[in-house]
């Protein structure tokens, strides 16, 4: 099973909106509604901030949204805050009970 | 609210067998909702999500296909934890180690990481 690909980075000023992608395959991102996305500062855990492709836990801010697109999924943020400056990995069921990740993106606000 | 503690040794000899363990407080491993997983990540390989087990009316094992010959999640109902068993581990096998319990593939509560170092 291969990594969703991701852009490595990818950078927005405060205010601003960021889009990043996550692409697979039709066996993937294009078959299931099963895409969550995760956000990772430095030295600590992943935390969920998408999942369902769109649906966000209770206490994410709804700057953060996500849609689907054939193998493609994308999580926006908006209105760019500092604290956004983070790590994100997109992740998808894959079939088979198995999962997978991207590659992940590093969001630098300027 | 589910919280996750993992424990466990940081330096594991090539060839030899890691283990870790995960401790869970705010649900039972033998919820019939909650799905308890291993995941890692490293430098080389990004997340990798690497097995999981989990209770419907008997218990269930899933395994990545990267691991699946060297791989035991098995859940420990006395002590309310599960456990990751990988063997015959390569310096490729170095990377923090996560417990993660999730619903279906929404992984939402994560355990504080353990870095496992393989080395002679």
């Known amino acids: 099973q291969s990594a969703l690909t991701q852009p490595p980075s990818a950078s927005g000023s405060p205010g601003q909106s960021v889009t990043i992608s996550c692409t697979g395959t039709s066996s993937d991102v294009g078959n299931y509604n099963y895409v969550s996305w995760y956000q990772q500062h430095p030295g600590k855990a992943p935390k969920l901030m998408i999942y369902e492709v769109s649906k966000r836990p209770s206490g994410v801010p709804d700057r953060f949204s996500g849609s689907k697109s054939g193998n493609t999924a994308s999580l926006t943020v908006s209105g760019l805050q500092a604290e956004d400056e983070a790590d994100y990995y997109c992740c998808s069921y894959a079939g088979s009970n198995t999962g997978v990740f991207g590659t992940g993106t590093k969001v630098t606000v300027l | 609210q589910i919280q996750l503690q993992q424990s466990g040794p940081g330096l594991v000899k090539p060839s030899q067998t890691l283990s870790l363990t995960c401790a869970i407080s705010?649900?039972?491993?033998?919820?019939?909702?909650?799905?308890w997983n291993w995941i890692r990540q490293s430098p080389s390989r990004g997340l990798e999500w690497l097995g999981r087990?989990?209770?419907?009316?008997?218990?269930?094992?899933d395994y990545a296909v990267s691991v699946k010959s060297r791989i035991t999640v098995n859940p420990d109902t006395s002590k309310n934890q599960f456990s990751l068993q990988l063997n015959s581990v390569t310096p490729e096998d170095t990377a923090v180690y996560y417990c993660?319990?999730?619903?279906?593939?929404?992984?939402?509560?994560w355990g504080q990481g353990t870095l496992v170092t393989v080395s002679s």
């Open positions: 705010g649900d039972s491993v033998s919820s019939n909702s909650a799905v």
């Open positions: 087990t989990y209770y419907r009316s008997k218990w269930y094992n």
């Open positions: 993660v319990a999730s619903k279906q593939w929404v992984f939402d509560s």
